[in-house]
C-alpha cells in the first residue's frame, strides 16, 4: 500500500468534561504510580489515568520483574515509593527472589492487584481503558487533556499534571521542546515472552555447570564496564543462540536474540525471558510500534526452539505467553529547567533541589554500571520541570538529561523517585497556588522526607 501524506481537516465539536481534578497523572507505570501515590498522599484530589486496563505499566505489562536487579551488597539506594512497591508485593504474595541480585522480582500478573489497593488506600481516583490523545491549552496552561476511549472522545481538567507517559506525549502535544536521540541510536525494544514446562533443577544445574557473568556481556556487544562488575553472576544466556545461528535454527543475520532469565517457579514456569533486544525502532512511531510486535513475537518463539533443543531443563518447555505490549526503553526527553549529564550520574553530583537519590546505575547505550561501591547521585527538581509550561511536570525516563544520563534515570526504580518527586511537588504547588517551576523547593523536599525519601 502506498503511503499518502496528506491532510484532512475535522470538523469542531464540543468536547464533553469527564472528570476535574487538582493533579491529573497521565500513565500510571512505576513514575505514574507513585507520582499519584504521592499527591494523593500530600492532600491533592489526584486522577490517575492509564491506557491500558491495569496500572504498573513496564512490570505489569510488558512483564519485567526485577525492578532493583542493580540492588547487591554494598549499594546504597533509594528510599520511599519504589521500597514499598517491593514489601508490600512481598507481604501479599507476590514476589520471589530475584536470582542476580539483593531485590525482590516483583510476580507481574500479581502486582495488577498490589497497584489497584495501592490507588484505593490512597483515595486515588483511577481510570482505566482511557488514551490521552491531546491537551487543552490556555496560553502557556495545560488546562486538561483530551482522552479517547469506549465513551468517546473527553476531556480531564486538572490544575496540575504530570506526564508519566513515558515518551513526554503530553509535553510534546503541549508544545514544550523535546529532544529524541536518532532512531538508529537508540536502545532496543523487546517482547518479553515466558514459558511453561521447565524442569526448573535440571535448568538450575546447568546454569550452575556454566555460569555467565556480567563480562559476559561484552562478548557479543561493545560493553563498558568499571571491571568490578565482570565477575559478577549475571542470568544471561548467549551460547544456546549462538549454537542455533551456526546450526541454522536461527538465521544468521537475527543478532538480537539472547539476553537473560528471572523466575523460575516449581510449577515449571520461566515468566520472565528478556531474550529480544530490537534495534532501530523508534517507540512513537505506531508504524515502528507494529513491526516491532509482529517481528519480536517472531523471534520470540525462535528463541524458544533454541532453548528447547540445546538448554537442559527447556525440552520440554512452550510458550506461556507474551507481555502485553512491547517494553521500549528509549523516545522522546523534555528539554527541561536543568539537563542531568554523564559527568552528573558518574561523579556522585549534589544538587540544592534535590528530590532524591539514585544509585551510580548505568545501563545503556553500551554501558553497564552496577551500584556496588555506595556510590549514589541525586536527582535535581530541574529534570522534570519542562520548559515554556506553568502547570506540568514530567516524571519517568522522559526526564530531561543526556543519553548516559538517561540510562540511569530510566531505571523503573529512578522513575519511582521522579515520579514521588512530581507527585509532592504538584499538590504542593496546586496547594500554594504558584507554578510548578517556582515551587518552594525546601517545601517539597520536607514533604519527601515525612514519605520516607531519602534526600541527601
Request: charged share 25%; proline share 3%.
Amino acid at each position: 500500500m502506498t503511503e499518502k501524506k496528506s491532510q484532512i481537516k475535522e470538523n469542531s465539536r464540543l468536547v464533553p468534561v469527564l472528570a476535574e481534578s487538582e493533579v491529573l497523572v497521565v500513565g500510571s507505570g512505576p513514575a505514574g504510580l507513585a507520582a499519584a501515590l504521592a499527591a494523593a498522599r500530600e492532600g491533592a484530589s489526584t486522577m490517575l489515568v492509564e491506557r491500558y486496563g491495569c496500572f504498573g505499566g513496564v512490570i505489569s505489562q510488558v512483564g519485567v520483574e526485577g525492578i532493583a536487579w542493580y540492588r547487591h551488597e554494598g549499594t546504597t539506594d533509594v528510599e520511599g515509593i519504589g521500597i514499598e512497591f517491593e514489601q508490600r508485593a512481598k507481604e501479599m504474595g507476590g514476589t520471589q527472589k530475584e536470582p542476580q541480585s539483593e531485590s525482590e522480582a516483583l510476580d507481574a500478573e500479581m502486582f495488577k492487584y498490589v497497584a489497584d489497593t495501592l490507588v484505593q488506600e490512597a483515595g486515588v481516583v483511577p481510570l482505566l481503558h482511557c488514551l490521552a490523545t491531546d491537551v487543552v491549552m490556555n496560553g502557556t496552561t495545560i488546562q486538561g487533556i483530551i482522552t479517547e476511549s469506549k465513551m468517546g472522545r473527553q476531556a480531564i481538567l486538572a490544575r496540575r499534571i504530570i506526564d508519566a507517559t513515558g515518551d513526554a506525549d503530553i509535553a510534546h502535544r503541549a508544545g514544550t521542546p523535546c529532544r529524541k536521540t536518532r532512531k538508529d541510536e537508540m536502545m532496543g525494544v523487546t517482547v518479553m515472552f515466558s514459558c511453561a514446562g521447565v524442569a526448573k533443577k535440571q535448568f538450575l544445574e546447568y546454569v550452575k555447570e556454566n555460569p555467565s557473568t556480567y563480562g559476559d556481556w561484552g562478548k557479543n556487544w561493545e560493553i563498558e564496564t568499571t571491571g568490578k562488575e565482570d565477575h559478577l553472576f549475571s542470568t544471561y544466556l548467549e551460547e544456546p543462540f549462538d549454537q542455533a545461528r551456526r546450526d541454522g535454527l536461527i538465521p544468521e543475520s537475527i543478532v538480537s536474540i539472547g539476553g537473560t532469565w528471572s523466575t523460575l517457579t516449581d510449577a515449571g514456569e520461566a515468566t520472565c525471558l528478556n531474550m529480544v533486544c530490537m534495534l532501530n525502532y523508534d517507540c512513537t512511531d505506531v508504524r515502528d510500534l507494529t513491526r516491532a510486535e509482529v517481528e519480536g513475537r517472531r523471534q520470540a518463539i525462535l528463541a524458544i526452539s533454541a532453548l528447547k533443543k540445546y538448554v537442559p531443563g527447556f525440552q520440554q518447555a512452550k510458550l506461556r505467553n507474551f507481555g502485553m505490549t512491547l517494553g521500549t526503553r528509549d523516545s522522546r526527553k523534555i528539554l527541561g529547567g536543568y539537563h542531568l549529564t554523564e559527568h552528573d550520574v558518574r561523579n556522585q553530583a549534589r544538587f540544592e533541589d534535590s528530590i532524591g537519590i539514585f544509585p551510580e546505575f548505568i545501563d545503556g547505550y553500551g554501558v553497564v554500571i552496577l551500584p556496588t561501591t555506595g556510590r549514589y547521585f541525586q536527582i535535581p527538581y530541574g529534570i522534570m520541570v519542562p520548559q515554556g509550561i506553568k502547570n506540568l511536570l514530567v516524571a519517568g525516563r522522559c526526564v530531561a538529561g543526556d543519553k548516559i544520563a538517561h540510562a540511569a534515570t530510566r531505571s523503573m526504580m529512578c522513575c519511582t523517585v521522579t515520579g514521588q518527586g512530581a507527585g509532592v511537588a504538584a499538590a504542593i504547588s496546586a496547594k500554594e497556588g504558584v507554578e510548578c517551576s517556582a515551587v518552594n523547593i525546601e517545601r517539597v523536599q520536607a514533604a519527601l522526607e515525612r514519605q520516607h525519601v531519602r534526600i541527601w
